[in-house]
Nanobody, 128 residues
Framework: QVQLQESGPGLVKPSQTLSLTCTIS??????????WNWIRQPPGKDLEWIGT???????FYRPSLMSRTSISRDTSKNQFTLQLSSVTPEDTAMYYC????????????????????WGQGTQVTVSS
């Protein structure tokens, strides 16, 4: 059973860069056909797709966040990382990493059952 675990600071100051890491266990980040995602849920709002990195390293970003988002991976550590720059309080959210065995349709709003594997989530607050 694939397991995902997010890690990173829970508090980020405005204008700084948010950096989170997702560690994958029980499977490889390069397993053919798998896509690894960052998703967030601001308080009182729906789950929002942020971006995806595929098994081959291809990346896809939410258009509205593209200019501030970078997703990369470290295959030796079986991890992928989210960097979101120039954060504001509007970036305060529970951040999740998630995986599935297809690229699928990348929609701005997602549902839990759109993805097969989820981390437990990590709360990130943007505040001075």
């Amino acid at each position: 059973q694939v397991q995902l675990q997010e890690s990173g600071p829970g508090l980020v100051k405005p204008s700084q860069t948010l950096s989170l890491t997702c560690t994958i266990s029980a499977d490889s980040i390069t397993t053919n056909g798998y896509y690894w995602n960052w998703i967030r849920q601001p308080p009182g709002k729906d789950l929002e797709w942020i971006g995806t990195i595929g098994y081959s390293g291809s990346v896809f970003y939410r258009p509205s966040l593209m200019s501030r988002t970078s997703i990369s991976r470290d295959t030796s550590k079986n991890q992928f990382t989210l960097q979101l720059s120039s954060v504001t309080p509007e970036d305060t959210a529970m951040y999740y990493c998630a995986g599935r065995k297809r690229l699928g349709i990348l929609t701005p709003v997602v549902r839990r059952n759109d993805y097969e594997y989820w981390g437990q989530g990590t709360q990130v607050t943007v505040s001075s």
